[in-house]
């Protein structure tokens, strides 16, 4: 049977939508090409047209899309600069995805709780044993401002991330703490919009943590990996089984 051609993309349509992706590609091959570094003015859109031979609309589109992936900066009245290329697209993205292909908690939080655990077990293994002491101290005063909060009856979102992201200071990937940052948003969000905002078992949480500390302490990679292990399974089931 012959498609119904009302179900049909106008060909133009489908023309411009593939030029403006490939201008956009361009936007950024230049950018890598001038060694543009994030907050540098880019040229000028009369520039841009007489470089990549399109007219100013296709300019001001490509950069629009561009801007929307923190890619480029628009300052109005300034000029256009190169962005921050920060990781707020993807955790916008993440968050709609996830609340959107899943009615239940469980199945809401489950996979961003799968991603971070695998990815801090991984980590965890490299960092084992070559954590400095200084660095294993910063860790143990974030759980002691942990426990302060369970004392005072107060939240310790801000806690339990910053503790995640000082964790993994000594591989010196300046990404790592993006992502765990970005998963940690994502996973806040979802829970909030699903109803789940406190941990309804704080001592636990601080009590892993801490284990978390003692086992790097003791270099000790596989009761390090087993300690974050733990710790994720005590999330799962004072989350997923709410």
């Known amino acids: 049977m012959a498609a119904d051609p ?55 589109e490509a950069l629009k899309a561009l801007q929307a992936l923190d890619i480029v900066e628009i300052r109005h009245g300034y000029g256009t600069y190169v962005g921050q290329a920060s990781l707020s697209p993807l955790i916008d993205g993440l968050t709609f995805r996830t609340l959107a292909s899943h009615d239940d908690d469980t199945g809401a939080l489950a996979e961003i709780l799968q991603v971070r655990e695998v990815l801090e077990e991984g980590l965890i293994r490299r960092i084992a044993g070559s954590v400095s002491d200084a660095e294993l101290d910063a860790l143990e005063a974030v759980v002691v401002r942990m426990e302060a909060a369970v004392r005072a009856g107060r939240p310790f979102p801000e806690l339990d991330r910053e503790f995640h992201e000082l964790l993994y200071a000594s591989l010196g990937n300046a990404l790592v703490p993006q992502l765990l940052g970005a998963f940690w948003t994502v996973f806040r969000r979802v829970a909030g919009a699903r109803g789940w905002t406190d941990d309804p078992e704080p001592e636990l949480t601080v009590g892993r943590h801490r284990d978390i500390v003692t086992a790097l302490r003791a270099g000790d990679a596989e009761r390090a990996e087993h300690a974050m292990t733990h710790h994720f399974r005590g999330i799962e089931a004072r989350t997923l089984g709410r």
Not at 12 to 27: D, I, K, M, T
Not at 30 to 35: A, E, G, N, T
Request: aromatic share 0%; net charge positive; charged share 35%.
């Open 6 to 60: 009302r179900n049909r993309e106008p060909r133009n349509h489908r023309s411009a939508e593939s030029g403006n992706s490939r201008l956009r590609r361009e936007v950024v091959q230049l950018i890598l090409d001038r060694r543009l570094r994030p907050g540098a003015p880019l040229p000028t859109e009369a520039e841009l047209m007489e470089d990549l031979g399109v007219s100013r609309n296709s300019v001001r």
